[in-house]
């Protein structure tokens, strides 16, 4: 089985309800479908989610990678050989998601090809993962009744609060309120996305001492080292790298230097094998991971069920898998199901997802068709 054919199809689709964070604001989503054909017929599909207020990467670098360099390494290759595709598209350095993306298309084909849903490829330690619901930057009334809302409708009870802002009151009360309102049962942690010095990290970590908050992901940017290994050494919850960690060596750069306590995995940037590296190294040293969010489609978000369902330890904290629901549609066919705060790993071969060609055709940017 080789692959002959490497498309990638650019798309927008409205965000129904943006979501706004310290370091950047999406309002629609610019992201890319990779798919790639194989002589066989099989065809591997993932999504690739450019942040250029995270990584650099845009929509157009995207497809212009694809259709370049990585085409050059794709075809031609089978896609059993992991391996050696991976060090031939590692001879381009960065573009974390666009990498993400063809390593979980990939092992759709893979999955597909054998008959089996990834998920059980990969580790096949449960089928099910609780979800977190993301929380971005809005009057506290109004995140106080999403978060009211998403557990009464999904039952979700984990809740990412996008913090970051001045002046510090803001989202100290902002914590406050959503404790107050949840009640002590739901797991709360804060994103800050660098918004803040490591001084005033600290300074927030007092004044919400006592919330009963579990995690604390990117309080400063973690290039400021020693603000940040003082943080780090003060603070009493794991903190969390995300945007400073988006490949193994960086992740292991930050845990052994003291930037970092936990991480934070995205499939949309180390896609499942780099996934499979961190997950490891974070087991090992007994550190927690959070299956993160990239601001992710359904179909992102379904590679992230099927890579926290594969194994113990990355299925222990809820996964940050409802942010679709922000997007006024998809391109999915079948769409994701949260219920009882839970999602179901797909059954289906491969990753498990299935494009609706209509909505393809409806939010692809290209001209083309299919
Ligand atoms: C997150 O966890 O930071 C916001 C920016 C980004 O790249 O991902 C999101 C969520
Ligand atoms: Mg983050």
């Not at 573009?95 to 090809?113: C, E, K, P, Y």
């Not at 903190?239 to 930037?259: F, K, M, Y």
């Amino acid at each position: 089985m080789i692959i002959e054919r490497v498309e990638a199809i650019p798309y927008r689709i409205p965000m129904r309800k943006p979501l706004h964070f310290a370091s950047g604001a999406v309002h629609h989503m610019d992201n890319v479908l990779v798919r790639l054909t194989t002589d066989t017929g099989i065809v591997g599909v993932a999504d690739i989610p450019p942040r250029p207020y995270t990584y650099g990467e845009t929509q157009a670098g995207v497809v212009a990678l694809l259709e370049g360099l990585f085409s050059d390494a794709l075809m031609g290759a089978d896609p059993l050989d992991r391996g050696r595709i991976h060090a031939a598209l590692n001879r381009t350095v960065g573009n974390f998601a666009t990498r993400g993306g063809v390593d979980v298309a990939l092992w759709d084909i893979i999955g597909i090809s054998l008959d089996t849903p990834v998920h059980r490829l990969l580790g096949g330690f449960t089928d099910s993962v609780r979800v977190s619901h993301m929380l971005g930057f809005a009057p506290v009334d109004e995140m106080v009744e999403e978060a009211l809302r998403y557990r009464e409708v999904y039952g979700i009870t984990a809740f990412k609060i996008k913090v970051g802002r001045y002046p510090l009151s803001l989202d100290i009360d902002l914590c406050r309120a959503l404790r107050e309102a949840l009640g002590t049962e739901a797991e709360l942690y804060l994103d800050a996305n660098r918004g803040w010095t490591a001084a005033d990290a600290v300074r927030v970590l007092d004044a919400t001492d006592g919330l009963g908050l579990t995690f604390f992901e990117e309080p400063n940017d973690a290039k400021e080292v020693l603000g940040r290994r003082r943080l780090v050494q003060l603070s009493r919850i794991p903190i969390v790298a995300d945007e400073s960690a988006p490949s193994l060596g960086d992740a292991a750069r930050e845990v052994q230097t003291g930037g970092a306590t936990a991480l934070s995995i995205k499939t949309a940037r180390t896609g499942f094998t780099e996934s499979q590296k961190v997950l490891a190294y974070a087991e090992a040293l007994g550190l927690e991971v959070i299956m993160g969010n990239q601001i992710d489609t359904q179909i992102g978000s379904t590679a992230t069920v099927v890579f926290g369902a594969a194994f113990a330890h990355s299925s222990r904290n809820p996964a940050e898998l409802s942010n679709f629901l922000d997007m006024a549609d998809d391109l999915i066919a079948e769409p994701i199901e949260i219920s009882d705060g839970s999602v179901l790993a797909p059954r289906v071969p491969g990753v498990g997802v299935r494009i609706d060609p209509e909505k393809l055709a409806r939010y692809r940017v290209d001209g083309k068709k299919d």
